[in-house]
Antibody
Framework: EAQLVESGGGLVQPGGSLRLSCAVS????????MSWVRQAPGKGLEWVANINQDGSQRHYVDSVKGRFTISRDNAKNSLYLQLNSLRAEDTAVYYC????????????WGQGTLVTVSS | DIVMTQSPDSLPVSLGERATLNCKSSQNVLHTSNNKNYLAWYQQKPGQPPKLLIY???TRESGVPDRFSGSGSGTDFTLTISSLQAEDVAVYYC?????????FGQGTRLDI
């Protein structure tokens, strides 16, 4: 069974940075595209970023381009999201999710990590 | 961007009743090359991550009870729960993966 465990969230001031991690087990990370999806408190779901199996393709929602960077280390079974220049509107639970086939739906999710941007 | 609009926002139902949730996309999500609708449905219970229920508009994910079914094509889609159980109380989201950026509907809250 696929397991995904996020970490690295917390309280950060506007303009600050955080690095989120997602440790995966139960499947071979290198076989899958992966994504980050976020959910602001009491709101709906928003796709943030995608990365392909070897990290050569990365896609971002317009609102985070130039500020967030998705990366992966298949040898460490880990996915990452570097968040820079954080804004209040980035406050959300960030989920890592598995993409079974390229640009696609999400068939496994972590429990999420909360990022709060506030002074 | 493709805008996904779900209706209703909230749906009160009784145990054992049929629930019908709707999702409309602002553009066609049917790919003519493979005749597949790039549409998925998720269930999210309070304090939990979303759970995949349906993909390709009508394919049930492994382990999902058969009371959940998806239908529709093009721009109009439906998630049907044939006989509501207490554990089905949740928010349901549709998602298109036809074109970038991937987008979700705003959700339908199912209440008993």
């Amino acid at each position: 069974e696929a397991q995904l465990v996020e970490s690295g969230g917390g309280l950060v001031q506007p303009g600050g940075s955080l690095r989120l991690s997602c440790a995966v087990s139960g499947f071979t990370l290198s076989n899958y595209w992966m994504s980050w999806v976020r959910q602001a408190p009491g709101k709906g779901l928003e796709w943030v970023a995608n990365i392909n199996q070897d990290g050569s393709q990365r896609h971002y929602v317009d609102s985070v381009k130039g500020r967030f960077t998705i990366s992966r280390d298949n040898a460490k079974n880990s996915l990452y999201l570097q968040l820079n220049s954080l804004r209040a509107e980035d406050t959300a639970v960030y989920y890592c999710s598995r993409v079974p086939g390229g640009y696609s739906y999400y068939d496994a999710w972590g429990q999420g990590t909360l990022v709060t941007v506030s002074s | 961007d493709i805008v996904m609009t779900q209706s209703p926002d909230s749906l009160p139902v009784s145990l054992g009743e049929r629930a019908t949730l709707n999702c409309k996309s602002s553009q066609n999500v049917l790919h003519t090359s493979n005749n597949k609708n790039y549409l998925a449905w998720y269930q999210q219970k309070p304090g939990q991550p979303p759970k995949l229920l349906i993909y390709w508009a009508s394919t049930r994910e492994s382990g999902v009870p058969d009371r959940f079914s998806g239908s529709g094509s093009g721009t109009d889609f439906t998630l049907t729960i044939s006989s509501l159980q207490a554990e089905d109380v949740a928010v349901y989201y549709c998602q298109q993966y036809y074109s970038a950026p991937i987008t979700f509907g705003q959700g339908t809250r199912l209440d008993i």
